[in-house]
């Protein structure tokens, strides 16, 4: 069964620093989405992505995030300027469809554990 | 403001016995819904879609009632493999996938 990849599994970056977060979609997918997960919290949403622009972001997804799909397969999310409160589990995930009523459901990578030291 | 809630538990059961639990959402705009479950460290994993009419996938039934805003989910004869959280999720008009916190169920044996 296809899967979305993420990569790293776990990355450890000094307060500060960028970091950038790889994902790779499931190949027909067409909608593309960032989640995070602090320790013990809910899931956030964070930003979706479709035909090569953003569609809709969280009041999280500020400045110091963006986006991007660089080439046919991966999907990017950059972290500028990291802060201790970036410490989370950041899960990609993607939908063949985004549209309501549709039930296309997302489906999520393992997930990068950020930790900012 | 969007909100998915659900009771965090911990819900512990009998192996073999029936649990059920419930989520209310509040954006009556919400379109499709959906249980997820997550392990612990772990990302979240589709478990089923929730239809309007209710939906049945073995051991699980969702059902959906849209008067009341609630979505439950039924799991029979559960299994030690069924702990975990288990999560409710609303998709709203702006197609943006809105979390409960989850309900930890724990099956004994």
């Known amino acids: 069964e296809p899967e979305v990849t993420q990569t790293p599994s776990h990355q450890v970056t000094q307060m500060g620093q960028e970091v950038i977060l790889r994902c790779v979609p499931i190949?027909?997918?067409?909608?593309f989405y960032w989640y995070r997960q602090i320790l013990g919290q809910k899931v956030e949403f964070l930003v979706s992505?479709?035909?090569?622009?953003?569609?809709?972001k969280s009041e999280i997804f500020d400045d110091q995030f963006s986006v991007e799909r660089p080439d046919g397969s991966n999907f990017t999310l950059k972290i500028r300027s990291t802060k201790l409160e970036d410490s989370a589990m950041y899960f990609c995930a993607s939908s063949f469809s985004g549209r309501s009523g549709s039930n296309q459901p997302q489906h999520f990578g393992d997930g990068t554990r950020l930790s900012i030291l | 403001r969007k909100e998915v809630e659900q009771d965090p538990g911990p819900f512990n059961v009998p192996e073999g016995a029936t649990v059920a639990f419930n989520c209310t959402y509040s954006n009556s705009a919400s379109q499709s819904f959906f249980w997820y479950r997550q392990d612990c460290r772990k990302e979240p994993k589709l478990l089923m879609s929730v239809y309007s009419s209710g939906n049945e996938d073995g051991r699980f039934t969702a059902q959906l009632n849209r008067a009341s805003q609630y979505i439950s989910l039924l799991i029979r004869d559960s299994k030690l493999s069924d702990s975990a959280t288990y999560l409710c999720?609303?998709?709203?008009?702006?197609?943006?996938?809105?979390w409960g916190a989850g309900t930890k169920l724990i099956i004994k044996p």
């Open positions: 999720v609303a998709l709203d008009s702006n197609y943006q996938l809105i």
């Open positions: 190949s027909n997918h067409l909608y």
């Open positions: 992505f479709y035909n090569n622009e953003i569609s809709e």
